[in-house]
């Protein structure tokens, strides 16, 4: 039986097409896997710099939350210690504290302005521009495409103790990164977060002299209280009170002297007696404080300092404020002799130590001291001269012409500038995509 011969392969123009079309199909497979490669290639890349500028926004707001709780005074390139008595936490937020008047709220936020920083490979270079009195300053951080941040802050309706905390980050922009340059993109961030005030003055004292033993007033001192809130209270002690006949007290009008001096106060007397010979555990100061004086000392806002003389104790705490810190922890014994003043109306101070306090000459205070044991004026020839309030765990002797004056505002103050600012729970906002306003 004859067979079939096998069939001849394809020749000419058939043998091109068939390879032609193979390679279009081999092509069009490489492009589809090639497009998947790309289009993954791009997510990555976006999803990388979204997620570098939510760090970055991130680390704006931890930046910021630090610099509001630092008592440092700052420069023009956010740098610290420049002696200008003007910290970031004044400059941006409590705005009002710079004016002649008493603030009438607690939080005041310049909104017109944006201190912010850029990652450089150096670290962060930074930038705090002075508040203007009109238009907007925003920080001058270089043209460099490197990453940045500006913060804004805005008042919360409703909570004079709060913050709002914008921060506006740029993943490589070589403009300022702020509100007005902010551009929605995977590169671009906008975080917030609503800050409070913790304060660390927990209860304010009703007196303008708190002892938790005896009170002995002497020479020709003067001891005043017109606040109407504290019923006029001059001296609270835990034990007794003595006033010699050269001291001048001024209470409320009408009411008698005799009924603003409240001594044998059992609870005083119990906070007393709970301490040993010191306030190294005291239970008065964590009434007042709601803390022990050694968590008090170590916190960022307070200032420790040491000192054997009342020429280096003169020296340290006048070095000390001049940079700026205005809560003071006195490791040793204070004696100070002199005419100087710490702090005002609008900028107290709060000065705590676990061991005596000894002023004489015409030092002039403005806040709250605590302390162990307290004597002003002592050589009867001083006149030292405190506003706000003093609180002695155990006694307090005077022997001089000075001045202790309840000042209701200077302890509010000092309430308000020691306070920390703090995240609220559940305040953090992502804006990243954009498309979102913020409210």
Known sequence: MPTRPPPRPPQGSAALAITVMLLLLSTIAVLYLNRSVLFEQRTVAN???????????????????GMLNAPFDIGANCNLLTTTNQSFRKRYVLTRYNA??????DVAPATNTFPGCKFTPGGLACNCPA??????????LGNALQPSFTVAFEAVPGDAEAVKLTVYACNAQAVACDSTNFTAGDGNARLSVTLKMRAVLRAMPSAPLTCGTTCDLGGSYNIINRDVTTNGILVNAGAGIAAGSGVNSTTLQGQPVNNAMVGNDSSLAALASADTSTCSNSSMFSAYFGSTIEQYRD?????????TSASSCREALTGAYNDGWRSFYMATDLHL???????????PITLVTPNAVDLNGGNVFYGLIFSNDAQTDDLGTGSAMIYGAQVSCRGYRNNGNGTLTYDAEALLNARRLTALMVRVPGSWRDFRAGADTLP
């Not at 002649?100 to 709220?105: G, V």
């Not at 508040?131 to 001058?140: D, H, W, Y």
């Not at 916190?299 to 000192?307: E, G, N, R, V």
């Open 131 to 140: 508040v203007p009195a009109g238009g907007t300053a925003v920080a001058a």
């Open 299 to 307: 916190l960022p806002s307070t200032k420790t300092l040491s000192c």
């Open 47 to 65: 999803q990388m710099q979204a997620t570098q500028a939510h760090e970055v926004a991130e680390a704006g707001i931890e930046w910021a939350t």
């Open 337 to 347: 002799s002199g005419n100087d003043t710490y702090g005002s109306r609008n900028d």
């Open 100 to 105: 002649a008047t008493n603030p009438s709220s």
